[in-house]
DNA sequence: ATGAAAGCGCTAACAT
DNA sequence: ATGTTAGCGCTTTCAT
């Protein structure tokens, strides 16, 4: 029999295979077989075995099937980010979750936080854990780290950043295209002062964005400044200082670019607080919420995180499923979104 | 020996406790002494061991050691949300990780996405795969599936809603006085037609702040009036019509009281389409990103949902680990944050 | 200080 | 159609 205990206590014994069988009178490779839905158990048998089942709340043990299966496969996923709040992680998350739960995989989380210590210690804990994958942005101690983990057959996916060499599939924005029909925009309507700020410059990401700025000049024949380019700047609170530095110049831009997120609303910060929200045109990478709220609503190239998400999950499940072609850099494209903040008047003394 | 093979592709066969064992000529009970930290190998013993598992970058097999212990305790935890990227669950995510962290369990996550079955799906799975504990924001159905679950000593703790009756722990927001205190801000400053525009009044939240907007009236003496009041309304763009609706009286109000994130936001837009975001006054419940960075900047009374994670967390572990105390229920206080939608100068004619 | 044997709950392989 | 045996990688228990 298998003692039960209610209350907000910790566990007592859950029934087994065994359980089940000594209860319908069976031995457990009949309950196995009903459980796992194989053939070779007559009808009778099943239902007695199932309502012993339900009698006694069995709940297969995932972990104990997997240690003994075979191909050991454990069906979990681990998805490894900076941080789940960050809204474009977290819609991640949830493409990604949607598409591992209709392969049938289950996902463990961990947020790094910008230590590197802990993104080692999810990997190894993940491992240990037997994920069969890890969908992780890469940075190169962490290419490192995994590399080890590959050996011992754990799958890699990366996401939003590409890798210095890149030895495994990787779902990325179409980041340099982006940025540049975000600058192209601005050059179009004739500005030809568009500063940019811009993320740590060892972010591939970051990297892209930039070349995507340069590209959109070039092909507009508008020479670049030195001065109107703020780059490695990192979070809210340095982007509204670096803003705030190019807004302050002797000659200033009459638009800005800011090449994320958290760029994108520093940078609203500085304009406000300049008065200048209506005078110097933003065009900002990544949407964020309420972006279309603000005044002037903000202008943004537009990535497709939960699409980042569901290819990066379906990749990862192909590869685990024993897909071995080279690996593939899939591109999601981004959208220019014109709200206002984008579409300013060009100033007659710009 | 442990063959190993590069590349894309999955699982290779992974170096175990007696692969271990072998290439450093000791019995596997030696190496798993040794990765355990138990004490009785010598240390000349000791370093062999660890250099064979570098060698074979061994990772121990988590799932396996679980099985076999006597707890069976597997250190983890599945945390269950109506959606990740709701910013209020996404923070709760990251505040219950770190604690989780801190006492080396790890975090599964699921999103139920307001699918019944979903959810149930999310408990079996994770039941399944032998989470030691759960946890979710209760409604009735759910209840009732995890009470099998709790009798297979699923520990479970409540976050953000209280269920029907106390069965376990559950941190909640005070949403009572949170609300009680937005209302009475509006009520104090002069208003006397304060409009409410609630969610689902089956959610328990829902009901406590619909208590709270009748304290606060009750404390002022200001006599309720139903035709202020929008209950059962779910979602931005319901918010946006039920808030354009009261709006639209013949009699209008001259403050809002929204009671939820997304309702503020619905309520945001109707003002901003009829003018009326200066002369309307506006507090909302719960804190959402840029809220600041609206014209005006929107008062809110902001919950704690790192704060509510991490001390699930720490009551879930608490459980886990024996605690047999009878069910708490921990109130996070709420803040108000006046930034100046709450704070309008009531206009003569109100 | 080290090791051998048993067994956690399950599936694989092989009886009957 | 049903059952028996072995063993996944590990911890427990007991022996040396």
Redesign the interface.
């Given at each position: 029999m298998v003692e039960?205990?209610?209350?907000?206590?910790?566990?007592?014994?859950?029934?087994t295979l065994r359980d089940v069988g000594a209860l319908a009178g069976v031995s457990f490779k009949t309950v196995s077989r009903v459980v796992n839905g194989e053939p070779g158990v007559s009808d009778e048998l099943a239902e007695r075995v199932r309502e012993a089942a339900r009698q006694l709340?069995y709940?297969?043990?995932?972990?104990?099937s997997?240690?003994r299966k075979r191909?050991?496969?454990?069906m979990?996923i681990g998805l490894i980010v900076e941080?789940?709040?960050n809204?474009f992680f977290?819609?991640i998350?949830?493409g990604l979750?949607a598409a591992a739960?209709d392969g049938g995989y289950?996902?463990?989380?961990?947020?790094v936080l910008d230590s590197t210590t802990?993104e080692r210690?999810l990997v190894?804990?993940?491992?240990?854990?037997?994920v069969?994958g890890l969908v992780v942005s890469p940075n190169d101690d962490l290419v490192e780290t995994l590399a080890?983990?590959?050996?011992?057959?754990?799958?890699v996916v990366y996401i939003d950043r590409l890798p210095g060499r890149l030895?495994?599939?990787a779902v990325v924005s179409d980041n340099r295209a982006g940025a540049r029909a975000g600058v192209e925009h601005l050059l179009a309507s004739g500005h030809r002062r568009v500063a940019m700020v811009g993320d740590t410059h060892t972010i591939h990401t970051a990297e892209e964005r930039y070349l995507g700025y340069v590209e959109a000049h070039a092909a507009h024949g508008v020479p670049l400044d030195q001065t109107l380019q703020a780059r490695d700047v990192h979070g809210g609170d340095a982007g509204t200082e670096a803003a705030g530095r190019i807004l302050d110049l002797a000659d200033p831009p009459t638009a800005l670019f800011t090449a994320q997120n958290m760029l994108t609303?520093g940078a609203?910060?500085a304009l406000?607080a300049r008065g200048l929200e209506h005078e110097v045109a933003l065009v900002g990478f990544d949407d964020?919420?309420?972006s279309d709220?603000?005044?002037p609503p903000v202008t943004v190239v537009a990535q497709d995180p939960d699409q980042i998400g569901r290819i990066a999950a379906e990749r990862l499940m192909a590869?685990?499923?024993?897909?071995?072609?080279?690996?593939q850099v899939h591109v999601v494209p981004t959208t220019l979104l014109p709200r206002g903040s984008g579409e300013l008047p060009l100033a007659a003394g710009g």
């Open positions: 039960q205990r209610d209350g907000v206590g910790p566990r007592t014994r859950r029934a709340n709940r297969p043990n995932h972990t104990a997997v240690l191909d050991g496969r454990s979990s941080d789940v709040v809204p977290a819609a998350h949830r979750e739960m289950s996902v463990l989380t961990g947020s802990r210690e190894e804990t993940f491992s240990a854990r037997r069969d080890l983990e590959r050996r011992n057959g754990v799958v030895d495994a599939d609303v609203v910060r406000r964020f919420l309420l709220l603000l005044d590869r685990i499923e024993g897909d071995m072609s080279p690996p």
